[in-house]
Structure formats: C-alpha cells, structure tokens
C-alpha cells in the first residue's frame, strides 16, 4: 500500500550526538514526516541547530517538549543507558517510537520496554541498518529462497580500529553501556544472524578486557534451528580498519555464500533458479537503491522512512522492538555463558 502522502507524523528527535544529527536531517526530508522539536540536556546544541537552518523549536527538557509540542512520534539517539527512562517519558503521550540499537543497555531494561509496548498500540522500531542494506536484503531472499540448500555452518566476524588505550565516556563503563564490543559492535552483526537464521538455541562465549573495563573482544559458538552451527567472533581493537568489517560466510550442501558490506560472493554446486552454476559476484553498487539520499551511512534514510511509513498505516517497522529484544537475548546470553564459563540456553532466559 502507498503512503498517504498528505498525512505528516510530527515526529521529534530525542538526542544530538552524532546519530541524533544524522536522524534530525533525514527526519527533515521525510515528505510525511513533520520535524517538530529537537530536544537534548546540552543548551548550548540549541545555537547549532539554530544555525543548520532547523525550524524546528529546540528543548533541553524532554518532559517540557512532550507536553508543549505533543509529537505524534519520537526518534530516540540518546545512550543506551537512557533508553528506557526517556521511553516512559514519551509514552505519557502513547507515542509511536523508534529507538537507536541496542534497544536498552541491559536484558532487564530491554524487558520493561518489552512490557510497555505490549500495553500499546504503538509503532516501534530500532535501529539495526544491515535490514535496509540492499546486499543483505538480497542475501536474505537467497536463502529464503534455499539456493544453498540445507545450510549446516556460518562464521561471522566483525572488527574495528577504535580502541587501542583505556578510554573515558558511558560507552566503556559497565554500568552506562551494558557492556563493550559484544552489545555495541557485534549487536549488529547478531541482529543478521538472527534475521537469517532466527534466535540462538544455545551460546557458548568467552569475552577479554585488553584495555577497557568493558570487553574489548568476543567469540560465541552458536547453535540454530536446523543443526545449523555457527561463530561469532567480533574485536575493536584490530589495526587496519577505519570502518566496522563485518563478514558472514554461510555453507550449505549446494554452496557457500561470503557476504561483506560491499559485495556478496556466491558459489553453488547446481544452479538455482536465476542463480547459475559455480561462480557470482554481487556488488552493492550493482543493486537498485530505494534512497534519494545516503547521509551518514547506507540505508539511514530508509530506516527513518520505513518507521515514518509504519507509523502512517499503522503497520509493522522493518525491525521492530521485538527483533531488538531476539538480539538483547543473544547479548545477554553471551555475556552470562563468558561469566559462567558454560553453555547458555537461551529459551531459559527469561
């Protein structure tokens, strides 16, 4: 169904760090999205929002926002930590949310938001990029499809060049962040696995402190539906990446699929449907983009209009907080199974 295109969702955004920028701008060129307010504790963001020609009025006290403007939706970019606090301040209102990954610092807060929304008839989303990715996206319909037939392994890794030294801010302490590589790197790369694959059955991992009080690094030993088996290995702190490089390789009895964020290579014993036999390479580039502009990063604009989209019809988000809480508990059952050096199912956590 398309869009109504005359109906705006007054939409605020929560938050002005990096993200919250980026989500302000794209909010702004969303044709049924009306940016109505901006709110963040830091006064002094209201002069740089005043000067990147927002119109939109600018709060320091998100309470004040909600009762003033009543905004039909919010974008939330604060910290994790923060999440569920200012989701019971929004929800005074019932208003629709999107939230930034990971949907709460820790499992315990991720369930009450759980909670909240099962009480509403609220529009939610979080927000894991890889679902708005078009090479992803077209991974996902091949194995939906069973090109590679009966799958048994995947490996996964994700790795960056951020930390090499003890670093300051929420993000590496504990209480604030929920923890380190594992819930703010690899949540991403456990939101495709779980995508393609579904929740975890069981969770084997081992975290290690190389410079924070946070984990700097992480692997887990997965088990899905199917007998499907899999690792998950993911580290800040390795030279030579300015970007996350995340890499998924899935094999099946009829080939085996390297998937990266710029291409997918595809190698298959017999030929499947469009898919020829042996060798094919897909570039990113090569796929059609829905977007009329990428702003911070691949799929950013999709992601806001998807929720903008769902907020319109009443309808369900690429992502919703439910698939964020499926991530939250392979987090979570990867943070209990390195600290109790032990196997976690992860049905049993609850």
């Not at 209480?175 to 084997?204: C, M, Q």
């Not at 992601?303 to 769902?310: M, N, V």
Request: charged content about 25%; proline content about 3%.
């Amino acid at each position: 169904m398309e869009p109504n295109e005359t109906k705006k969702v007054r939409t605020a955004v929560i938050g002005l760090g990096k993200l919250g920028i980026l989500h302000m701008s794209v909010v702004n060129m969303i044709p049924n999205a009306e940016l109505c307010a901006i709110a963040d504790v830091n006064k002094g963001l209201a002069k740089y929002v005043e000067q990147a020609g927002i119109k939109a009025p600018f709060y320091s006290d998100t309470d004040r926002m909600i009762a003033e403007v009543r905004p039909d939706a919010a974008v939330l970019c604060t910290p994790a930590f923060a999440n569920l606090p200012v989701v019971e301040q929004c929800l005074v209102r019932d208003m629709d949310l999107f939230t930034e990954k990971p949907l709460a610092h820790t499992f315990e807060a991720a369930k009450k938001m759980m909670a909240h929304a099962a009480k509403r008839n609220m529009v939610n989303a979080t927000g894991y990029l890889f679902a708005h990715m078009g090479i992803y996206k077209r991974a996902k319909a091949i194995l939906s499809e069973g090109a590679l037939g009966k799958l048994y392994r995947v490996r996964s890794s994700v790795y960056t060049s951020e930390v090499f030294a003890k670093k300051k801010g929420w993000l590496y302490d504990p209480e604030k962040a929920g923890g380190g590589a594992v819930i703010n790197i690899a949540s991403h790369l456990l939101y495709v696995l779980y995508w393609f694959f579904g929740t975890a059955k069981t969770v084997t991992a081992q975290t290690r402190h190389i410079y924070s009080d946070v984990e700097d690094a992480g692997s887990a030993l997965l088990e899905f539906d199917g007998g499907l088996q899999g690792t998950m290995d993911v580290s800040w702190s390795v030279p030579g990446y300015r970007l996350p490089h995340t890499e998924v390789v899935v094999e099946g009895d009829n080939g085996t699929m390297e998937l990266t964020n710029d291409y997918m290579k595809l190698y298959l014993y017999k030929a499947h449907k469009n898919l020829s036999k042996e060798w094919t390479t897909i570039h990113k580039i090569d796929l059609p983009s829905s977007s009329r502009f990428e702003i911070g990063a691949e799929g950013l604009y999709e992601e806001d209009q998807d929720f903008i989209r769902a907020a319109v019809e009443r309808g369900r988000p690429a992502v919703t907080w439910a698939d964020g809480f499926e991530v939250q508990r392979m987090v979570e059952a990867i943070y209990r199974s390195a600290a109790a050096k032990k196997t976690i199912l992860t049905g049993d956590l609850t």
